[in-house]
Structures are given as C-alpha cells and as structure tokens.
C-alpha cells in the first residue's frame, strides 16, 4: 500500500493568498463604487440651484445637475474657474467671458477652440462629491451677472 499522495492538484498557499486578496479587493472596489453611486443617486440635487461638481482629476465644474441615477450625470449652463496662472492677457478659453472669482476667473464653457455644447456628460466614477450652491454665494452672482 502506497501511503504518498501526490499533490498536484491542490493549489498552493501563494496561490490561495494571491485569490483571497484579489477577491477582497473586488468587494471593497465594488463597495466603494456602490457608496458613490448611492451617495450620488440618494443625494437632494436642487434643481433651481446651481451645483459644484468635484473631479477627480481636481477640476471643479459649476452648472445645472440632472440625471444623477444614470451612469453619466448631466450638468449644464456649465462654468469652470480658470486659474491666475493659466491666463495670459487672455483667457484661456478665447471666449472672453470671464468674471473674476478670488484669484482665478469664472469661464462659461462653449467658447473652447473645440467649440463644445453648454453641456457635459460625466462618469459618476470621476465625481467625488458635488454640492449645492447657494444663490447668494459669490459664484451664482458672477454667473446672473454674465446672463
């Protein structure tokens, strides 16, 4: 009776930690996801206001939010501030329509060389948080003046 069994079929330890750890990660990965998504959807956009809009990338855009349970939010009547540094006699965009918010200016967009609609589609993976703007806040005024 041959009491030695071959193991070749059985994973090894590295193999078994490598799996466990992947599969962690995909639960917190999709966790978080899900947070966001719930955070985003559950969350009171009011539409009569203007909101902030933070990226990921650090970028901030203020606009109209909408379709917030969709994977891409809407926002429009878009604006975005343009930093001191980044002008140079002339704003960036070649629109000319910016307005002055501490030390950076208020751009609408639309007047980009690109020439892009007063509208963008945003994946809710690269929003961090958005908020609700008071109308009395400095950027709702530089935007009514600029109407």
Request: charged fraction near 15%; charge should be positive; aromatic fraction near 6%.
């Amino acid at each position: 009776m041959d009491t030695t069994k071959t193991q070749t079929n059985m994973p090894s330890k590295r193999t078994v930690i490598i799996a466990l750890i992947s599969i962690a990660a995909l639960i917190l990965l999709s966790g978080a996801a899900m947070l966001v998504h719930s955070l985003i959807a559950n969350g009171s956009v009011k539409s009569k206001q203007y909101q902030a809009v933070f990226l990921t990338n650090g970028q901030v855009y203020f606009g109209k939010l909408s379709d917030i349970d969709q994977p891409y939010v809407k926002l429009t009547s878009v604006y975005y501030p343009l930093a001191q540094s980044a002008q140079s006699g002339s704003s960036a965009s070649g629109s000319g329509s910016a307005g002055s918010l501490g030390s950076s200016q208020l751009v609408k967009l639309g007047g980009e060389v690109h020439a892009p609609e007063d509208q963008m589609n945003i994946a809710k993976a690269q929003i961090l948080f958005w908020e609700n703007i008071k109308d009395n806040g400095q950027v709702v005024q530089l935007i009514k003046a600029k109407k």
